[in-house]
């Protein structure tokens, strides 16, 4: 057996999750502590995958070659996305929180549908058509998994879109409000300021100085 077995027997990679931003993502506000990948019997087409993920991040990051750290945030992109995996499959029919709603079948083809088209006009109602559930069935589902109801959900996270727009681009207002659902720029002006304690426009204008104070630091 080679040093890198032996050592990828006795080492554990460990990493975290920074989300960037003010306001929380839906994973990050309900999320463990941590989460343990552990070796599952050999053989298994994903343990390998594992196996082989880390033995080359852990020679990538002994390297120093260039572009070495793109290769090694990408890696630790797939194997955030492998650990979510299997700890949504490891989850038991009593488990509640966002990764057992994506995991249930209806309640997470619902998530899917408005996180996919956050313009849309959904209602609890058209989302329980869309998932075969009536509108009654699919609110009560929805908030025993995620503990909150479904429109508060969309609209928490049709700003949380929003704030992200308004840091990273320079698109207008408008067009802002129209891309996350909202019909009129005034609409989405008085919702945003409820959700974050101050209209859009100088939300931006102070999240974008706070980037530009960090990227200087």
């Given at each position: 057996m080679d040093i890198l077995s032996l050592v990828l027997r006795s080492v554990r990679l460990s990493g975290a999750v920074l989300f960037r931003g003010e306001f929380s993502s839906p994973w990050s506000l309900q999320a463990p502590d941590s989460c343990l990948a552990a070796p599952r019997a050999m053989g298994e087409t994903s343990s390998s995958w594992l196996e082989t993920n880390c033995r080359y991040?852990?020679?990538?990051?002994?390297?120093?070659r260039p572009g070495g750290a793109s290769v090694l945030g990408r890696l630790a992109e797939l194997l955030f996305v492998e650990v979510l995996r299997r700890k949504m499959e490891?989850?038991?029919k009593n488990e509640v929180g966002w990764l057992a709603a994506v995991k249930d079948p209806t309640v997470g083809k619902a998530l899917e549908l408005m996180h996919a088209d956050l313009a849309h006009p959904w209602t609890v109602e058209t989302l329980g058509r869309s998932v075969?559930?009536?509108?009654?069935?699919?609110?009560?589902r929805f908030r025993h998994l995620l503990g909150e109801p479904l429109m508060r959900y969309l609209t928490r996270w049709r700003l949380q879109w929003a704030a992200q727009l308004l840091r990273d681009t320079d698109r207008g207002l408008a067009d802002i409000a129209s891309q996350v659902g909202y019909e009129s720029e005034l609409a989405?002006?008085?919702?945003?300021?409820?959700?974050?304690?101050?209209?859009?426009?100088?939300?931006?204008?102070?999240?974008k100085g706070r980037d530009h104070l960090s990227a200087g630091a």
């Open positions: 991040m852990l020679e990538e990051a002994s390297a120093n490891e989850l038991g075969g559930l009536s509108r009654s069935a699919l609110a009560e989405f002006n008085r919702a945003f300021k409820r959700f974050a304690g101050e209209p859009p426009a100088s939300w931006r204008r102070d999240a």
